[in-house]
């Protein structure tokens, strides 16, 4: 069945350093790779999404890379700030998916100061 | 311009009961999907209305209903409520069916 696996499910960095977030995907007709993060008590925010026809896409200290072959996904966020701790989560959609994003289970970032 | 509404924005109901919950979209958007997030995990999809119809549907049982209305917005209604529907819901907005997603505030349903 369709299933969306996110890993670590808890990140802990150093204000400065890098963190990455990986993800994989079961159905090979996902095309559309969003990333959403989430403050405590808050909305889901989009953050930055890619689809299938493009292999990274980078916005600033964010960048996504996707790789359809082996069907997994990854989140890099540089230079992190203490901003940035939150809840991070992975989805995948598609055209044949009735419009449902599928989530990972999530990645709590926390950045220490 | 505002961005996805929800209400209430907290509710609790006891086991049995019945609950309708509000959204409104971005304007210009004809897309909205509802998904329950349990704490600690990733929202689940439970509906995608699109021009008024239903478009997909998760894995969610037939207590669980929706509709769109003519200027888009939307309710979910669950009947029969039990312990377990306790969670978020959210509404996402949508400018078609396969384009990017944008979240409510949601809405805390505690069902006693």
């Known amino acids: ?113 | 311009d505002a961005g996805v509404t929800q209400s209430p924005t907290h509710l609790i109901k006891t086991r049995g009961q019945h609950v309708t919950l509000r959204c409104s979209p971005i304007s210009g958007h004809k897309s909205v999907s509802w998904y329950q997030q349990v704490l600690g995990q990733g929202p689940q999809f439970i509906f995608q209305y699109y021009e008024k119809e239903e478009r997909g549907r998760g894995n969610f049982p037939d207590r669980f209903s929706a509709r769109q209305f003519p200027n888009y917005s939307s309710e979910l209604n669950v009947n029969a409520l039990l312990l377990g529907d306790s969670a978020l819901y959210l509404c996402a907005s949508s400018n078609d069916r396969h384009n990017e997603q944008f979240f409510g505030p949601g809405t805390r349903l505690t069902v006693l």
Do not use: M
């Open chain 1, 1 to 113: 069945g369709e299933n969306v696996e996110q890993h670590p499910s808890t990140l802990s960095v150093q204000e400065g350093d890098s963190a990455v977030i990986k993800c994989t995907y079961s159905d090979s007709a996902s095309n559309y790779f969003p990333w959403y993060k989430q403050e405590l008590g808050k909305r889901p925010q989009l953050i930055i999404d890619i689809r299938s026809n493009v292999g990274e896409k980078k916005d600033q200290r964010i960048a996504v890379t996707l790789n359809k072959t082996a069907k997994h996904f990854s989140l890099h966020i540089t230079e992190t700030q203490p901003e940035d701790s939150a809840v991070y989560f992975c989805a995948t959609g598609g055209y044949n998916q009735g419009g449902k994003l599928i989530f990972g289970q999530g990645t709590e970032l926390s950045v220490k100061p």
